[in-house]
């Protein structure tokens, strides 16, 4: 995702330097893809979207995939009710819209249904980097269902992978199923390690989203290990991405837990 972003923002630069329009259908695609992974969520909706149209008259498979991109972006910025739709559209035209289908049954607390769809989407024959887009979804579903034995096993799958591929966002995923079993388990100085470590990964490849997720987890080990100002720490940062991004139902979580209003940031 790093050297892919790299190389999007050249190419843009390229485009707009020789005065000649950047990334035909298919490519605005995978750059709506990366923009997501840097948190521009806004603008990787509109990207994802005006690729969509203008492929699903002669591409449809390829529009299908962007529609399951708008979805995914959308369940980011908390519009649950669009994110469907674009998971519906991804459906209808050939793709299966996972993870982001299952993702959307959890936030809509349904972690049964969620847990019974991203069962489905990895009982299918995938190679191991498609299973590998899959298997966060599924730690973080199944340790929501309390089905932590799938999770740890889901988490040990990620972890092979990860080691077999050696990259970041690989490592970094892998450490997040880490830590979010070993929470599960009730071992938080156990969470400690791969979680700040994943939190690094994140971070070096400007994964802002995912580092603010991978920071509320790490407040939940710090809390059950007694660091309350480390978690609160963690808290706060995370809920000031959320808000710059417009993370809503993320940001309303990280309120919460710090007794706050609803959309009121505290400096």
Request: hydrophobic share 45%.
């Amino acid at each position: 995702f790093d050297e892919a972003s790299q190389w999007t923002e050249r190419a843009q630069l390229f485009c707009a330097e020789h005065a000649i329009s950047a990334f035909p259908g298919v490519c605005r695609i995978n750059r709506a893809e990366v923009m997501r992974y840097e948190g521009k969520l806004e603008d990787a909706e509109r990207t994802a979207t005006e690729a969509s149209q203008l492929l699903a008259a002669w591409a449809p498979r390829i529009a299908a995939a962007g529609y399951a991109e708008v979805g995914e972006v959308r369940l980011r910025l908390g519009d649950l009710a669009k994110a469907e739709e674009a998971f519906d559209l991804a459906d209808d035209l050939g793709h299966d819209p996972e993870p982001g289908r299952s993702l959307l049954l959890l936030a809509r607390e349904k972690p049964a249904a969620a847990l019974a769809s991203i069962r489905r989407a990895l009982g299918d024959d995938l190679p191991p980097l498609t299973r590998a887009r899959l298997l966060p979804a599924f730690v973080e579903i199944a340790t929501a269902s309390d089905a932590v034995d799938d999770a740890a096993a889901a988490a040990d799958e990620l972890a092979e992978t990860a080691e077999r591929y050696d990259t970041p966002a690989l490592q970094a995923a892998a450490g997040v199923a880490a830590g979010s079993v070993a929470l599960a388990r009730d071992d938080a100085h156990g969470a400690v390690r791969p979680l700040r470590r994943a939190l690094r990964l994140w971070q070096d490849t400007n994964a802002r989203y995912e580092a603010a997720r991978a920071r509320v987890l790490l407040a939940r080990a710090y809390a059950a290990t007694g660091d309350a100002e480390g978690a609160m720490h963690e808290l706060a940062q995370a809920g000031s991405v959320f808000d710059q991004l417009g993370a809503r139902i993320d940001a309303s979580k990280v309120d919460q837990l710090l007794g706050r209003d609803a959309g009121r940031r505290v400096t």
